[in-house]
């Protein structure tokens, strides 16, 4: 770890994020702490990396009204470029938290944390069309009773009714699929 450090403060200025940015990025690992402070070459180099990703989006600094580039790496710094790519121990610190993630997401999908799109897509399909089928069956199965009503308001009681029932009893409905209800 290079000796040379900058306050939490001029590492956000310097980057153009708040400070509780950089400490987020501290705490996980992406910058090197030294104490409180901010250790320059890594940060230099997490700002190169946040900059080859935004494309440029990444303000510079501004010194007394003029438009001042910050370095990108400390002149002691003898890191090989490879061209411009990635520092190989920041490419292999990317490959281990792709390789984390990963283990993470397989562990929540077998956890049942997480699940497919197409799987809460059949799922909300099937429900909405046991809905649908339930309230488009209520005109066949109760016309009678509805025919029997003497008011507009009568009618609208009865349909309340039964709509009302029908919504019960899709909500207390323990097997979607086969549209009865759990006694």
Request: glycine fraction near 6%; aromatic fraction near 2%; charged fraction near 20%.
């Amino acid at each position: 770890m290079s000796s040379e450090t900058i306050s939490q403060s001029e590492a956000a200025r310097r980057a153009g994020v708040s400070r509780a940015a950089i400490q987020k990025n501290l705490l996980s690992g992406r910058i090197v702490a030294n104490g409180k402070r901010v250790d320059l070459a890594s940060f230099n180099e997490w700002l190169a990396v946040r900059k080859s990703i935004q494309g440029g989006v990444q303000p510079a600094e501004q010194v007394a009204g003029a438009a001042v580039q910050v370095p990108l790496a400390s002149p002691d710094s003898a890191r090989p470029s490879c061209d411009g790519l990635l520092p190989m121990a920041l490419a292999l610190q990317v490959e281990q938290n792709a390789k984390a993630n990963l283990k993470q997401l397989e562990f929540d999908q077998k956890s049942g944390a997480v699940v497919e799109v197409s799987v809460v897509v059949a799922t909300v399909g099937k429900e909405y069309a046991a809905v649908r089928r339930k309230l488009l069956a209520l005109p066949a199965e109760h016309a009678p009773s509805i025919h029997r009503c003497k008011t507009v308001a009568d009618v609208q009681e009865r349909l309340r009714v039964l709509i009302t029932r029908a919504l019960e009893e899709l909500t207390a409905d323990g097997d979607s699929n086969s549209g009865t209800a759990v006694s």
